[in-house]
């Protein structure tokens, strides 16, 4: 077998190969046009977050610092309300996070149930809340700003949109949300399209190696193809009348368009 002729059967059945693969993720891209991966963002963080009156509602940052005994130097404090109570959350080095009650200056140590559950039913007081367990990931957790929030509660909210809220283990908040509508339709659109489909079980471990590997997979086609098309290419035409080799108007098109 010469050299032209591995490269046409390399970009045949590369193709083959990863035709459905394409499909899959052209179609999953168009769902993720209209619904997009679950996150928490800042319209829907505030909506979920009572009013606080800065006159009378927190200690000073220095005192709740000390009363915290931090020892160090904090990245960023931020003011929030965590289970109904105000709390500063302070981010530490390693990427580590820290909430401070805002009134007596006691430290979240521990997140349980019972935090998480009240620290929901907060967050969406209008609808009744069930604490279901806590995970490390699962399908909708897949984001690395999520790690240092890990493990995670998660509890289910009767409201319209069936909405599924994700509780930090590390500091009580809310960081996630996701709907009904929004889980069903991942599935057949993020989890998809980013491959996520390989996260999780024994092949999680292999995630990006198995993403890059796609995407060189990708290059070879797209590049056996281009050389492909130019060598079957002539600068006079073939018996037919074309200067493309094929016949059927779906592969001259194919190849002019290559």
């Known amino acids: 077998m010469n050299l032209r002729r591995a490269l046409f059967l390399t970009h045949r059945w590369a193709g083959i190969a990863l035709c459905v693969f394409m499909a899959l993720w052209f179609a999953s891209g168009v769902v993720m046009m209209y619904v997009g991966y679950p996150k928490l963002n800042l319209q829907e963080r505030m909506q979920g977050l009572p009013a606080l009156d800065p006159a009378t509602c927190c200690l000073p940052v220095a005192a709740a610092l000390a009363s915290a005994s931090v020892g160090e130097v904090p990245q960023a404090v931020r003011l929030t309300s965590i289970g109904g109570r105000p709390h500063y959350v302070v981010r530490l080095a390693r990427n580590r996070e820290l909430a401070i009650d805002g009134h007596s200056g006691e430290p979240v140590t521990a997140v349980g149930a019972e935090l998480a559950l009240r620290s929901a039913a907060a967050f969406a007081p209008h609808a009744q809340a069930r604490y279901r367990d806590s995970v490390d990931e699962d399908a909708w957790t897949h984001s690395k700003a999520l790690d240092r929030h890990r493990p995670l509660h998660r509890v289910d909210v009767a409201d319209e949109a069936r909405t599924l809220l994700y509780v930090s283990g590390k500091t009580g908040e809310v960081v996630r949300d996701a709907s009904a509508t929004e889980r069903h339709w991942g599935w057949v659109g993020a989890w998809l399209h980013w491959l996520y489909v390989f996260r999780g079980g024994v092949v999680d471990r292999w995630w990006t190696e198995i993403i890059i590997c796609t995407s060189l997979a990708g290059a070879v086609l797209g590049f056996t193809g281009l050389v ?31």
């Not at 098309?229 to 368009?257: Q, T």
């Open 228 to 258: 492909s098309g130019v060598l079957r290419w002539r600068r006079h035409p073939y018996p037919h009348g074309s200067r493309s080799p094929y016949r059927a108007w779906l592969m001259r098109w194919h190849h002019w368009l290559g």
